[in-house]
């Protein structure tokens, strides 16, 4: 027999179970378990205005530093958070984290920029998450211009209820991006209906940008759509030189990035300010400038 306990207590024979789900359930419980203990922890990847070159926001990115297994990549267990409903909690905890380091950020003299979070659509069921967003900016004493939101486009969204949630979120004055834009179902319904500042292009689309046309006509084509719509366009998973000449060059509005710099713990990112306090920060000659 099997005993897993948790929020929900399973008790199975071990012969009814296949092998994947027994690691399933071994991963909410241990999500739990790591949950309480502390474990999990944000990366944040600097956001660069391809105009000027200067940081202009953070993205905050969670890992699981696991006392066994070491770092794991959220791919492995935000899947496992969402399906159980773990992802209510951690996601709380998300939100909350990364606003006090925004916060602790401004409190030594760091230029004040958006700190953007990733939310899972099974955070929007949770009625109260609007509540929950004003209690925390108030608790840690952040302005909500400086947090962010992501969503990705998911058939399984219920747009009415999100439009819904985001607008009040939005009346707070917290800013709602889409994620992986251009790879989801139903973009424009979700343009149309939702209330959106800023598209991230996704990189699947900036990757080839140099050797496919499609690719590049694509990459034009929303950077254009974004501006008729007035919305801020941000390119993900950009890499190279080329891509920045070519993103700037279609007058796309900023760029997230290896090449820029790759998530770092927050300790990094501070450095990254001090060093860059309102100076290009892009690693590309166009932007050095005589200081
Ligand atoms: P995302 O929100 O689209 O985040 C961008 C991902 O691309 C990050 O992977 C980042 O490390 C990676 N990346 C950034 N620049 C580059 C680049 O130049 N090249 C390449 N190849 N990759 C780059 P990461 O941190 O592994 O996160 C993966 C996904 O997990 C995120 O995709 C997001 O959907 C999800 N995620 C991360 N943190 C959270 C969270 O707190 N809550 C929820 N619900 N989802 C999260
Ligand atoms: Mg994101
Ligand atoms: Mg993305
Ligand atoms: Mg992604």
């Known amino acids: 027999r099997v005993k897993v306990t948790g929020k929900n207590h399973y008790l199975l024979h071990s012969s009814d179970m296949d092998h994947v789900a027994l690691k399933?359930?071994?991963?909410?419980?241990?999500m739990r378990r790591a949950l309480s203990n502390k474990e999990f922890m944000l990366y944040y990847q600097p956001q660069y205005d391809l105009a000027s070159g200067q940081i202009v926001g953070m993205e905050a990115l969670i890992r699981w530093l696991h006392p066994e297994r070491g770092l794991i990549p959220p791919a492995e267990f935000i899947p496992a958070a969402e399906e159980s409903g773990i992802i209510v909690p951690l996601g709380n905890w998300v939100i909350e984290?990364?606003?006090?380091?925004?916060?602790a950020w401004q409190d030594e003299g760091m230029p004040s920029i958006p700190v953007s979070v990733n939310l899972s659509f099974r955070q929007f069921s949770e009625r109260n998450l609007t509540d929950k967003v004003a209690d925390i900016l108030e608790k840690i004493g952040l302005d909500a211009r400086y947090l962010e939101i992501e969503i990705t486009e998911s058939m399984t969204m219920?747009?009415?209820r999100a439009s819904h949630c985001l607008k009040e979120l939005t009346c707070l004055g917290v800013n709602?991006?889409?994620?992986?834009?251009g790879t989801g179902y139903s973009s424009f319904h979700y343009l149309k209906n939702l209330p959106i500042a800023?598209?991230?292009?996704?990189?699947?689309?900036?990757?080839d940008i140099q050797q496919d046309p499609n690719d590049a006509a694509i990459v034009a084509a929303i950077i254009a759509m974004a501006h008729n719509l007035q919305l801020q366009v941000i390119a993900e998973g950009v890499e190279t030189e080329d891509q920045v000449h070519f993103l700037r060059s279609h007058?796309?509005?900023?760029?997230?990035?290896y090449f820029g710099s790759p998530p770092l713990p927050g300790s990094g990112v501070l450095q990254l300010l001090r060093e860059k306090l309102n100076r290009p920060a892009l690693p590309i000659n166009m932007y050095r400038t005589a200081t």
């Open 24 to 30: 399933k359930l071994t991963l909410q419980h241990e």
């Open 97 to 103: 984290e990364a606003c006090r380091q925004n916060k």
């Open 158 to 160: 219920d747009v009415e």
């Open 176 to 181: 709602i991006s889409i994620d992986d834009f």
């Open 198 to 207: 800023r598209l991230k292009i996704d990189r699947s689309f900036v990757r």
């Open 251 to 257: 007058r796309c509005d900023e760029m997230q990035g």
